[in-house]
């Protein structure tokens, strides 16, 4: 089962920037949390950010913060990754995933407890 929705992937030359959407349908995840991780080739899986839902407060991997931002929609069950500046080492595929019964302030980290999307390719060119 599909439990998130991403879109916005593609191919993208470096210094670009590109906007991911994830949908959570008919569900929503008040008093959690939902957020980014990417796999890029040959690497495991890596947390990007994470929103809490209700607060809006935000936490995201230091190497990432300053060229990437999430945001959420309440009204839309919808989280945004706007990702700006974009790297090569960016490349990878990205995943939307969401905690989706309250896990705590470590939701992130317990990736078999959280329900996913199937992930879109990001793809930055030299």
């Known amino acids: 089962q599909v439990q998130l929705v991403e879109s916005g992937g593609g191919l993208v030359q470096a210094g670009g920037s590109l906007r991911l959407s994830c949908v959570a349908p008919?569900?929503?995840?008040?008093?959690?949390?939902m957020g980014w991780f990417r796999q890029a080739p040959g690497k495991e899986r890596e947390f990007v950010v994470g929103?809490?839902?209700?607060?809006?407060?935000?936490i995201y991997a230091d190497s990432l913060k300053g060229r990437f931002t999430i945001s959420r929609d309440n009204a839309k069950n919808t989280v945004y990754l706007q990702m700006n500046s974009l790297k090569p080492e960016d490349t990878a595929v990205y995943y939307c995933?969401?905690?989706?019964?309250?896990?705590?302030?470590?939701?992130?980290?317990?990736?078999?407890?959280?329900?996913w999307g199937k992930g879109t390719q990001v793809t930055v060119s030299s």
């Open positions: 929103i809490n839902w209700s607060s809006g407060s935000t």
């Open positions: 995933a969401a905690d989706p019964v309250g896990l705590g302030s470590k939701w992130y980290a317990n990736y078999g407890s959280l329900y």
């Open positions: 008919g569900r929503t995840f008040s008093g959690s949390a």
